[in-house]
């Protein structure tokens, strides 16, 4: 992963990210965090994105009925 300036900024609510123009991991690109940290807030990414998905067919099914 290339180095580049950091696109997040700490917000009162917590770390908000920005897209990054380096589709790196989902578009999104950290530096200055630890290998851990990343590895953690990829893996919740994905995780409420499956969430999203599931919820989004879910209503879809309904909608057919």
Same mark, same amino acid.
């Given at each position: 992963?290339?180095?580049?300036?950091?696109?997040?900024?700490? !917000? #009162?609510?917590?770390? &908000?990210?920005?897209?990054?123009? %380096?589709?790196?991991?989902?578009?999104?690109?950290?530096?200055?965090?630890?290998?851990?940290?990343? !590895? #953690?807030?990829?893996? &919740?990414?994905?995780?409420?994105? %499956?969430?999203?998905?599931?919820?989004?067919?879910?209503?879809?099914?309904?909608?057919?009925?």
């Amino acid at each position: 992963m290339q180095k580049s300036e950091v696109l997040y900024s700490r !917000t #009162d609510e917590g770390v &908000e990210l920005k897209k990054s123009s %380096s589709h790196a991991c989902h578009g999104f690109f950290w530096t200055g965090l630890s290998d851990q940290l990343h !590895t #953690d807030i990829l893996a &919740e990414f994905q995780y409420y994105e %499956s969430q999203v998905r599931s919820q989004r067919a879910k209503l879809s099914r309904q909608r057919l009925k």
